[in-house]
């Protein structure tokens, strides 16, 4: 059967209404119960006729509509066509088959005039008024632009039919407010029995165009232009032109498709469907799409099966399951058929404990999707499973043949999702540095394609090590503890003086004694886990009878009040010398990290390199340079870093003295580079959560290195070789050393550190010997100093 589609916009001469009563019955024999009866039709004149100004000029007009009406409800025995009628400009509707007002949820409304098709007559409601997210200027536009083929054909004699003018559809959502879900309707414009006439004939609004004088090849090219029609268009002086007649719409429920279409744009957008947000969007529309109660996604993980679980309008369950439990599964099933499964009834096939749990969660019948692609490994093609996603119901036999074939689209978008997932993967587990980037996307690539998995791997780097640390920190934490300790034992000891003074206690006396014990004890010394076991003494020796103590008279309750407001923070003890020292830690790491940022953009310029900044007691920096990493690599470019990198460092020391001339903080920073001219090889363990591990015995040494040298001592006077507001540079070849002798002459000429050098041999570590160190002072910059001052007294 033709659908009003095509009848009319095929048959641009024809009447669109009587086409659907004649050619569009062809095929199918003409229902002629299902005419409107006479009585509605008459209520329908007159309700037409209420509209029109002159009743007896318009009469004969009224009998044209009836019979035209007769012929196109005569043609509304096909449920699925959705029709109505409208007033041209105004868009108002005037009737619309029974399809129509089921998709617009008008069944027993007033909106209705009850018939055997269900057409109605309402003078109020417009079609922007029907739809959701209709755009108001494309659906005039669109009017325009009929117009605007009427008005060529009709004043011009140029045929716009080559451009398919008449053949544009619009979709948008339709409120109907008996259903949560919003419901599309595609819907085309049937303009042929509109008559426009022009009221003022002198009126031109293209005389400037030449239109009739162009060849026809020539202006159908200058026609099909981006945007050309619709500038046409608005051109055109509708207060011109008298428009009469029916303006037709005609369209289709297109709820599925659309619904498909937006669920695929969503799957495949850049964000990984392994978010909490994305896969809950995605819930909602396959729980739409599917009536379904709920959806899953089942992931194969090496030897293990996660499964993620949203019902119920719940947060996502993970569930873990060996590949081996789910053998006999439904899911299993699926993947190897590679086809949509459907499961009608899971009491009856429920044989493995991951069915057991879906079945006590209420599920009673699924829809699974395999979604399976091509693996090539060295035994040759096979498959490789992605996962498994499933469409929930807590009914039985709920999904059908319908179901499993909107399934079998989705499959699709869904493998391009996973696969762009795990593209992701290293990017969302690990905070990838952009020099490297290229390589993990590379193998997440490989990956969605089913190649086996292989270790990213950068062979033959040089690596860059340095370290800024705050000289003494152990020290002055356990300092900044001794001193908030004390503090709070005193408050202590003022509460049992009072109890004492105020009452005879013997227990109260004793209790005295031991703070006042414990107080001597502090003062000699104090170790990180006192810390710990002095808050438990107090809080099991003293607080707990705070409760009683307050009731023992004014001055006892004063002193628990002052104890109380003291240990009031979020630790609930004296926190003071602690927090101050944690703020200037903090303080520390923050200006260390804005410093080498800044001098990273720059190194960064000379060549595309990785490094990693780690913040503890000060700063350490990690950096990887080399031919694996950027193809550009040249020795000139690694000792530009290397030379860079003491740059940086010095200015580091400079970051420090600023800090320390404004007071803002009282410790000392000592600063070291590693040198190793012995390129090394580096790979990424996905079983741990280091960036990067050295491969190989050789490079291990470097790595052991790293961790001991910080607290390395000179050989001959067994001091630590880092002194503060020094750079130390540890070296093992002579090599090495004519290259930073180089460097240090360089930092010296300008202005970065003093020319004295310091050398000297490092007592052996713990399977490293050998070892050399030269230390340098570094110098502060006056000039930057005096700046600083000056610009602080200036904010004060």
Not at 413 to 437: D, G, K, S
Request: charged share 25%.
């Amino acid at each position: 059967m033709s659908t009003p589609k095509s009848s009319s916009h095929q048959n641009n001469n024809n009447n669109s209404v009587k086409s659907l009563s004649t050619s569009s019955m062809a095929p199918k024999q003409q229902d002629t119960n299902n005419l409107p009866s006479e009585p509605s039709m008459e209520l329908l004149l007159e309700a037409l006729t209420a509209q029109i100004p002159s009743q007896s000029a318009e009469i004969e007009r009224l009998k044209t509509w009836k019979q035209d009406l007769e012929g196109m409800f005569q043609f509304l025995g096909d449920r699925r066509v959705l029709i109505a009628v409208m007033e041209p400009g105004t868009f108002a509707l005037r009737y619309a088959n029974a399809a129509f007002c089921r998709l617009a949820g008008w069944e027993n409304t007033p909106l209705v005039t009850q018939s055997n098709n269900g057409w109605f007559a309402e003078t109020n409601l417009t079609l922007l008024e029907l739809f959701e997210d209709l755009d108001v200027k494309m659906a005039e536009q669109l009017y325009r632009r009929h117009l605007l083929h009427w008005v060529f054909k009709q004043f011009y004699q140029i045929d716009l039919d080559s451009l398919r003018v008449l053949d544009e559809p619009l979709t948008a959502s339709v409120k109907n407010p008996q259903h949560r879900a919003p419901k599309f309707m595609e819907f085309w414009f049937g303009s042929e029995q509109l008559k426009i006439t022009r009221i003022d004939s002198k009126i031109d609004e293209f005389v400037d165009i030449p239109l009739k004088l162009m060849p026809v090849a020539e202006r159908e090219a200058w026609l099909m232009q981006p945007n050309q029609l619709t500038t046409l268009a608005d051109r055109l002086n509708l207060d011109n032109y008298r428009v009469e007649g029916l303006l037709l719409l005609e369209g289709f429920d297109v709820t599925v498709k659309e619904q498909i279409r937006r669920l695929t744009q969503l799957l495949i957008d850049r964000n990984s469907i392994l978010r909490p947000d994305k896969f809950e969007s995605i819930n909602g529309c396959l729980r739409s799409l599917f009536h379904a109660d709920g959806t899953l996604l089942l992931r194969p993980d090496g030897e293990q099966v996660q499964l993620l679980v949203a019902k119920d309008d719940q947060n996502l369950q993970p569930i873990v399951y060996s590949m081996h439990s789910l053998e006999a599964s439904h899911f299993f099933k699926a993947t190897a058929a590679n086809q949509v499964w459907n499961v009608p009834d899971l009491r009856r096939e429920c044989e493995t404990e991951c069915d057991r749990a879906l079945r006590k969660m209420g599920t009673r019948s699924m829809l699974l999707l395999p979604l399976v692609v091509k693996s090539v490994t060295r035994e040759g093609c096979g498959q490789r499973i992605l996962g498994v996603v499933g469409l929930l119901c807590d009914r039985p036999n709920h999904f059908n043949n319908i179901d499993a074939q909107h399934a079998q689209e989705l499959i699709p978008p869904f493998i391009a999702a996973l696969r762009q997932a795990m593209q992701q993967r290293f990017t969302y587990i690990h905070n990838i540095h952009p020099a490297v980037e290229w390589r993990f996307a590379q193998e997440a690539e490989r990956r969605s394609w089913g190649l086996p998995p292989e270790t990213i791997v950068f062979p033959d780097v040089h690596p860059l090590y340095g370290i800024s640390d705050i000289r003494g920190s152990s020290d002055e934490r356990n300092r900044a503890i001794q001193t908030d300790l004390l503090e709070q034992f005193r408050l202590g000891l003022a509460i049992a003086d009072a109890l004492c003074q105020t009452q005879t206690t013997h227990l109260g006396e004793q209790l005295r004694l031991d703070l006042l014990d414990y107080i001597q004890h502090l003062k000699e010394k104090v170790t990180v886990d006192m810390e710990v076991r002095s808050a438990e003494y107090l809080n099991e020796r003293l607080e707990l009878y705070f409760d009683y103590f307050i009731q023992c008279g004014p001055t006892v309750m004063a002193a628990v009040e002052a104890y109380r407001t003291a240990c009031d923070n979020e630790h609930n003890c004296v926190y003071t010398d602690r927090t101050r020292y944690d703020q200037m830690v903090t303080l520390i790491g923050t200006k260390l990290q804005e410093t080498w940022a800044r001098w990273q953009e720059k190194m960064q310029q000379i060549l595309p390199h990785y490094c990693d900044i780690e913040c503890t007691d000060g700063i350490d920096h990690m950096i990887y340079v080399g031919k694996s990493i950027d193809p550009k690599f040249t020795q000139f470019h690694l000792h530009s870093l290397r030379y860079e990198e003491l740059r940086a460092i010095c200015d580091c020391g400079r970051t420090v003295f600023r800090l320390q001339a404004d007071s803002q903080i009282n410790m000392e920073l000592a600063h070291l580079v590693l040198v190793q001219n012995t390129a090394i090889d580096i790979f990424h363990n996905e079983n741990t959560e280091k960036m990067f591990d050295v491969k190989g015995t050789r490079d291990i040494r470097y790595e052991l290195v790293k961790k001991r040298i910080e607290k390395a001592v000179e050989k001959n006077e067994q001091q630590r070789i880092t002194q503060s507001g020094m750079l130390t540079i540890v070296y093992s070849t002579e090599d090495e050393w004519e290259e930073y002798q180089q460097y240090l002459r360089y930092l010296s000429r300008e202005g970065w550190v003093e020319a004295k050098i310091q050398t000297g041999m490092v007592e052996s570590l713990q399977g490293v010997s050998g070892l050399k160190f030269a230390r340098v002072r570094i110098l502060p910059d006056t000039k930057s100093l005096a700046e600083y001052r000056e610009v602080t007294v200036v904010e004060d």
